[in-house]
Every structure is written in structure tokens, then in C-alpha cells.
């Protein structure tokens, strides 16, 4: 049997929807797939005697999940004050629009194309809707535009697809940037040690109560894998194709597509360090 205590990060057991801190709650979006894992996490953050909520990741153009986040906050008793946005992909960004009419709400996000209303993200930006603290962390890597949200009244940090739940993220090659990623893994992990955060509240899968331990498995992760592609190129693999075959051949098939786009970021980190 494996416990979750044994595995990276220590996954929460138990239902991913419902409270996850004093001040988080998730509401499962009801897209499940290999990429999405259970389906997206959209999160509801407030301080608790406040009557005002920051959603994060409204996630796909479903209306019966918009509604069910809209429904959650109301039962709360909290009204959604903002909505802010990890990064630009269609499971996370998709209903943003949607969500900001049917609570009146802009949407701040690190990319222009993705905002309504005059506001962005910025590093170093935080948040107060409600009497929050809600910190910005750019967190490049996975694409170019992927922030992280760092909560220090419940030691946590949101990480969009950044960190995930359970299994590892891909560099969404040519968006996203190997040397990026690492940087921003080193980012979070030194929240971790400098800030106390203990609690990673990710895009996908369950919550994580051992953040330090989920990015330096993350950061072993990427540097096992970077050898072993720098390793199968020695051996002749050249093609982003065949590198994935070999070095990917124990993943299922239908995740190659997504491996190959990491294959590449990393193909391109090695080639501009000299390496291959």
C-alpha cells in the first residue's frame, strides 16, 4: 500500500472540493482528463469574517461550474470581489469572461489579452480584496505568463499548473522556457524557507501539505530528466520523436504529445548551455 505521507509533497486525502485552509476553498471543475487530472481547481480565497472573495482560475466555459462557484461563495456568505487569473490556458482562463458577468467582477491577469478592466499582475503586486493578503509570484516556465499567489496568513501558496497535485507539469515548449521553470521552482522553494509557506494549494489534484518537499522532488524531477535527455542525445536520439520514445517510453502514450513539448524546452536549455 502507498500512504500519502510517503509520496512527493504528501498529498491531502479525501475530497478535492470543500475547504482547504482557514481561508481556501475549491470547487472542482467537472473536467477530468490525463492533462487535468481531476479537473481544475478553481479557488474561492477569503478571510473569514469578511464578506468579500477573490476567485482564482474561474477554470473552463462550463456554466454549471461558474454557477456552482458563484453558489459556494454565496453560501458562505461572501460575495466575489475579483477574479484573478494563474496563467492563460482554456482550463483555467476559458470562463473568465463568463465568471466576470455573472459577479460583476474584473479579471486581473499577467497578460493583457486576458484582463477586463484596467488592472494587471505584477511581481511584488498584492492583493487586499476583503482584507486579504494575497502576494504575486511570477512563476514563469510552464508558459511564459504563469504566476503564483502566495497566501502568508495559512503559510500556503497557489500554483496554478506550476506544482501540481499529484505527477509532474510539462514546459509548454516554445511558450514556456526550461531555464524559466527552474528558476521559478527556486522561487517557490525559497517561500518555503524564507516565508514559511508549508501548504501548496495547486491548478490540478489534491492539496499538498509538504511544499518544500514537492519542489525539490520537482527540481530532482527536471534534473533526472535533463540528464537523461542529454544521455539519449549522446546516444543519437536527435528528434524531440525520439527522444521521447526513449526516454518517455514507461509514460502512457497518450501523454507523449505533452512530453515532447517538454522534450523540446529541454532540447533548446541544453543546446543554449552548451551542452549538446
Given amino acids: 500500500m502507498t500512504y500519502a505521507a510517503s509520496l512527493p509533497g504528501q498529498p491531502r486525502g479525501g475530497a478535492i472540493s470543500g475547504p482547504a485552509t482557514a481561508r481556501a476553498v475549491c470547487v ?22 469578511s464578506d468579500l472573495a477573490v476567485v482564482i482560475d474561474p477554470g473552463p466555459l462550463d456554466e454549471g461550474h461558474l454557477q456552482a462557484v458563484v453558489d459556494t461563495a454565496e453560501r458562505a456568505g461572501k460575495r ?41 499582475l505584477a511581481a511584488g503586486d498584492v492583493i487586499t480584496t476583503g482584507g486579504l493578503e494575497l502576494r504575486v509570484v511570477p512563476t514563469p516556465g510552464h508558459t511564459a505568463d504563469s504566476l503564483s499567489f502566495h497566501l502568508p496568513a495559512d503559510a500556503a501558496v497557489l500554483t496554478g499548473d506550476t506544482v501540481l497535485g499529484r505527477g509532474t507539469t510539462m514546459v509548454a515548449h516554445p511558450d514556456g522556457r526550461l531555464g524559466d521553470y527552474l528558476d521559478s521552482l527556486r522561487r517557490l522553494r525559497s517561500l518555503t524557507v524564507d516565508d514559511g509557506v508549508s501548504t501548496v494549494l495547486p491548478g490540478h489534484g489534491p492539496v499538498l ?12 524531477h527536471r534534473a533526472n530528466r535533463l540528464a537523461q535527455v542529454e544521455t539519449a ?21 497518450s501523454l507523449w504529445p505533452a512530453a515532447e513539448l517538454s522534450v523540446r524546452a529541454q532540447l533548446e536549455y541544453l543546446r543554449e548551455h552548451g551542452l549538446i
Fill in 233 to 253: 542525445v549522446e546516444d543519437g536520439y536527435r528528434t524531440a520523436e525520439e527522444v521521447v520514445a526513449h526516454v518517455y517510453a514507461d509514460v502512457d502514450r
Fill in 80 to 120: 466575489v470581489g475579483l477574479t484573478l487569473l494563474t496563467h492563460g490556458h482554456a482550463d483555467h482562463a476559458e470562463g473568465a469572461g463568463r465568471f466576470a458577468e455573472l459577479t460583476g467582477t474584473r479579471v486581473r491577469a499577467l497578460d493583457p489579452a486576458l484582463r477586463l478592466g484596467d488592472e494587471g
Fill in 28 to 49: 472542482l471543475a467537472p473536467n477530468p482528463s490525463a492533462m487535468t487530472l481531476d479537473g481544475t481547481n478553481t479557488w474561492i480565497i477569503a478571510e473569514p469574517d
Fill in 209 to 220: 501539505n509538504d511544499a518544500k518537499g514537492a519542489v525539490e522532488y520537482y527540481l530532482a
